[in-house]
């Protein structure tokens, strides 16, 4: 690698990394203004989402202009490759957090429900897959970024839980339907977010290792196969 070509790529880590930082603080925003009811904290989540767009466009613009200049090739290639697949989902995960705002503004103007139903549970998960997968890719951990692969199914299956409830209350209490479909809608965009956590983790696996994973199976954790 020139030294030239070596300097560019310290910086793009630097600048996937800053995004990654501002995409995480976003979405811990967004679910503590829905948590609070806090539409002060919502609006300004929306309204500063033009940072997390600027920089994704501008990261891609690097990532082309390394190909372009340079052609890297074996592992810089997979670092330019990882980088321009992670931006885009770090941008859509910016966008969840806007997504979720959206909806604690529209809660803010209802009047409050209770809901029995351990939606903590899921925000906690997703959450934390995020995180160990934005520190898989700080440490180039691939065991953590496979561990935030075999998770997502616990994800998907308190979604699905959600969809029931949120299908019974409504039959219950038609009168806070759009209530109810606001916090499904939020269930939603949290396991997005883990989708995309357990995407940033497979882009990880493959910049480590040089292998895609990505149509591959996963297993629940403690299973004697879960390195492989």
């Not at 957090?97 to 009047?111: G, Q, S």
């Not at 939020?186 to 994973?213: F, P, Q």
Request: hydrophobic share 40%; aromatic share 4%; net charge negative.
């Amino acid at each position: 690698m020139s030294k030239h070509l070596s300097t560019e790529i310290e910086k793009l880590k630097i600048r996937i990394l800053a995004l990654a930082g501002l995409v995480e603080t976003q979405i811990h925003r967004a679910v503590k203004s829905l948590e609070d009811l806090d539409s002060e904290t919502a609006q300004k989540i929306i309204d500063s989402d033009f940072e997390i767009d600027q920089a994704e466009v501008e990261i891609e613009e690097e990532c082309l202009k390394i190909l372009a200049l340079h052609q890297p090739v074996a592992i810089d290639l997979r670092i330019i490759i990882s980088a321009l697949k992670i931006n885009i989902d770090l941008e859509r995960i910016g966008d969840l957090a806007v997504n979720i705002a959206e909806r604690t503004l529209f809660l803010c103007d209802k009047p409050p429900i209770n809901l029995s139903f351990d939606f903590a549970e899921i925000r906690r998960k997703s959450l934390s897959m995020l995180k160990d997968s934005l520190d898989s890719l700080m440490r180039l951990d691939a065991d953590l970024a496979k561990k935030v692969r075999n998770s997502d199914d616990e994800v998907d299956q308190i979604n699905r839980q959600m969809y029931l409830y949120i299908g019974a209350e409504g039959k219950k209490k038609p009168d806070q339907i759009d209530s109810l479909l606001s916090y499904l809608s939020v269930s939603r965009h949290l396991e997005r977010v883990a989708d995309y956590a357990t995407n940033i983790a497979e882009d990880v696996i493959y910049l480590v290792e040089g292998i895609i994973v990505r149509h591959k199976p996963t297993f629940p954790e403690g299973h004697p196969k879960i390195k492989q």
